[in-house]
Structures are given as C-alpha cells and as structure tokens.
C-alpha cells in the first residue's frame, strides 16, 4: 500500500481521510485542537513536517494562502519521485508557488474536488475533481491517477489545465457565493410558498452556506480573473435595475 500524508486536517481534509484511508497508509500533520480530536478518533497517526512530507503521495489539504509557507516547510523533505497535491479552489497561484518551492525531483498534480462536506454529505459518487499537471506528471501518469479516481472513489475525474479551471471557476464559484452571500444576507426568505427555482437557489445558498470566510476570500480574491466576472454581473445588474426603473407602469387589468 502506497503511503499518503495529509496537511491539513481541516473539513475537506477530514473528508479526504475518510475516504482515502482504505487505499493508502495514511499519516497527517496539523497542530490544531481538533485535528487531535479527530486523529484520535478515527485511529490516524499525526506526525511531524519531516516524517509526513516523505510519504509517496503528499496532499496539501490547507488553505490557499498557506499552500506556498507549507510548500516551503516541505521541500527539504520530500522525497525523490513524490507526487504532490493541492486540494486548492483555484489553481494558477497555487501551481506557481509549488513549483517555485518544490524541488524538480518531485512530481506536481493540482487538483480541485469540485465539492465540499455539505455536498458530500450523502456520499462522493458522481461529484466532480479536476485534475490539473502542473509539473513531472506525464500522460500516462494522469489517466492512472484519473482511473483510480474514477473507479475507486467513483468519483467523475477529469483532466484540466490551471488557466482554463480557473476561468470556469471564477462564475462557477464566483458567482455562486456571491449570490449566495446576498440571499444569505436576505434572510428571513419563504420557505413555504416557493418556486422549484427559488427551491434551487435556496440549496445553493445553503451548500455553500456553512464555507469558511477564508475559502469564500479565496474564490474571490485569489482567482484572477474572479473580479472581472464580479465587474461584469455588477454591470448587468446595475442594467437591469435602470430599465425596470425607465419603464412606464401600466395600467393593471382588471375582471
């Protein structure tokens, strides 16, 4: 069984051990109180920077502002033929800080599980991960690691680069939370006398409802070209509201 080691045992780095533990010997590194909490229970070894980034696998489950500082603790310690992971929401910045501070003898995946806890709280099967090379992974290398995605964890891997992810994500994500924030911001919202539509965007803010401040930053602030998308939904709103506003009211028809 290959090894695996976990930085970050945050909510998604919980949910990766869950459903990683039965495929690799896994180890994990975090301070935190609760990452003792959950260790403990669940029976996983926490170690130490050094012993946990000579794993086979290393999993950079924290935070995109940490990913280059924990990029940097490691790169004295990984070892020869290592491949190393980010589970980050955007993928340019991330991609450019590891290969900056990794060493050339390792090889670089990004990857984004294209869901969070609250999404994968009935199971995994079906959701979505993109893969992303950013460096020493070649062809043959990806389709293993998407095959085992794939058909272990059945999950719908597939295969991206970090510019093109990032486009996507900054309205798949950008928008979303952003909508979400404001309804969330509207509430109290009805419940009970609603559209299927209005149901949708209830679920939507509500998956999204539980994120960390941090990731929503993240999705915003960290993905290049978030702000222009944000600019041009402003624009269009601000569009909209003035041709709702220079319309004439008509006369209500009566019976």
Not at 15 to 40: E, I, M
Not at 179 to 197: G, H, K, N, W, Y
């Amino acid at each position: 069984m290959r090894s695996m080691g976990v930085f970050g045992l945050g909510a998604f780095g919980q949910l990766l051990v869950r459903h990683l533990r039965p495929h690799f010997a896994l180890s994990a590194c975090d301070p935190a109180a609760h990452a003792h909490t959950f260790a403990t229970r669940e029976g996983l070894d926490l170690v130490p920077v050094e012993a946990c980034a000579r794993a086979d696998y290393v999993v950079l489950a924290v935070p995109v502002l940490q990913i280059g500082p924990v990029a940097r603790a490691i790169a004295p310690h990984v070892r020869p033929g290592a491949t190393i992971i980010d589970v980050a929401s955007v993928k340019l910045g991330p991609a450019q800080q590891m290969a900056a501070a990794l060493p050339a003898h390792v090889r670089i995946v990004g990857t984004h599980p294209l869901f969070g806890p609250q999404s994968a709280a009935q199971g995994i099967d079906g959701l979505k991960i993109a893969l992303c090379p950013v460096r020493g992974a070649g062809p043959g290398r990806l389709r293993r690691m998407q095959a085992f995605l794939q058909e272990q964890l059945h999950l719908d891997a597939f295969i991206s680069d970090a510019d093109s992810h990032d486009r996507d994500m900054a309205i798949v994500q950008g928008l979303t939370h952003l909508i979400a924030r404001v309804l969330d911001d509207m509430e109290p919202l009805p419940r009970r006398q609603t559209t299927l539509s209005f149901d949708y965007l209830l679920k939507a803010m509500e998956l999204v409802r539980g994120d960390s401040e941090e990731l929503f930053r993240a999705i915003e602030r960290e993905n290049p070209y978030a702000a222009q998308v944000r600019q041009r939904f402003f624009t269009l709103t601000e569009a909209l509201r003035a041709a709702l506003r220079e319309q004439p009211a008509k006369d209500t028809p009566h019976d």
